[in-house]
């Protein structure tokens, strides 16, 4: 709708270091055909768009006077290129595409805040669980984020992973990705690329009550466990 495009006008929406100006989205079949500044435009007027009609459904919870018996959580599969790179779509392992939005609300909550603690999807079940009053899944391979959720537990570092045409390994700065589905690794630091002039491109905090957490599966080295501080400042993996 037009209110919500209209919340980008006349905004420098290229502001990023690494945004290929020069970039077209051009999808005949999805009757697409859009300069970057245009795609933008769209693409967070839609975000604007579900975030209001988000708000509508937490007004729900409240009219019905549930709110503080449900937990609420709000996450996506995946990023968007959006021209970064000359990029569009998901499907590589740069920041743009893996950083998804993980924000939740738990009953009662008094305030929000944030935790540095990577989170993945898999923990979605065993936080799930927790909160509802059950037994934990054996078999659930994630953990639950409530210790981070309610500020009971500092923050760890581990190590996630994703997969697409490639594999991705993230352990705080660093990254490893594979070229292909081989297994040939090519390291970089998550601070100084593929965002190298984007000094915030740290690991990706979780959220409470507001933005942003990437990640889609853990791998926890050794016996079950976090990598230590002092081995974050190089990858594990080779």
């Known amino acids: 709708p037009d209110e919500y495009l209209a919340l980008y006008d006349h905004q420098d929406m290229l502001t990023e270091p690494n945004v290929d100006r020069q970039a077209y989205y051009d999808r005949p079949n999805w009757n697409a055909d859009y300069d970057v500044e245009t795609f933008r435009q769209l693409y967070f007027g839609e975000i604007s768009q579900i975030d209001a009609a988000f708000g509508r459904l937490l007004g729900a919870l409240d009219d019905l006077d549930i709110s503080d018996n449900t937990l609420v959580?709000?996450?996506?599969?995946?990023?968007?290129?959006?021209?970064?790179?000359?990029?569009?779509?998901?499907?590589?392992?740069?920041?743009?595409?893996?950083?998804?939005?993980?924000?939740?609300?738990?009953?009662?909550?008094?305030?929000?805040?944030?935790?540095?603690?990577?989170?993945?999807?898999?923990?979605?079940?065993?936080?799930?669980?927790?909160?509802?009053?059950?037994?934990p899944d054996t078999a659930a391979e994630g953990v639950s984020l409530r210790p981070y959720i309610e500020g009971e537990a500092d923050s760890t570092i581990t190590t996630t992973i994703s997969e697409y045409h490639n594999f991705c390994i993230m352990?705080?700065?660093?990254?490893?990705?594979?070229?292909?589905?081989?297994?040939?690794?090519?390291?970089?630091?998550?601070?100084?690329?593929?965002?190298?002039?984007?000094?915030?491109?740290?690991?990706?905090?979780?959220?409470?009550?507001?933005?942003?957490?990437?990640?889609?599966?853990?791998?926890?080295?050794?016996?079950?466990?976090?990598?230590?501080?002092?081995?974050?400042?190089?990858?594990?993996?080779?």
């Open 73 to 135: 959580i709000f996450t996506s599969d995946h990023g968007e290129m959006a021209g970064s790179h000359g990029l569009f779509g998901k499907g590589v392992m740069y920041e743009e595409a893996l950083h998804v939005p993980l924000m939740i609300r738990y009953p009662h909550q008094q305030e929000g805040g944030q935790s540095s603690y990577t989170a993945s999807t898999i923990d979605f079940l065993p936080t799930l669980l927790d909160y509802a009053g059950c037994k």
């Open 171 to 238: 352990a705080g700065h660093w990254k490893l990705f594979t070229v292909g589905r081989t297994m040939k690794p090519a390291a970089r630091s998550r601070s100084q690329g593929p965002r190298s002039a984007r000094p915030q491109d740290t690991p990706s905090p979780l959220y409470l009550g507001s933005a942003c957490c990437p990640c889609l599966g853990r791998c926890q080295p050794g016996a079950g466990q976090p990598l230590s501080p002092s081995a974050s400042a190089q990858p594990r993996c080779s």
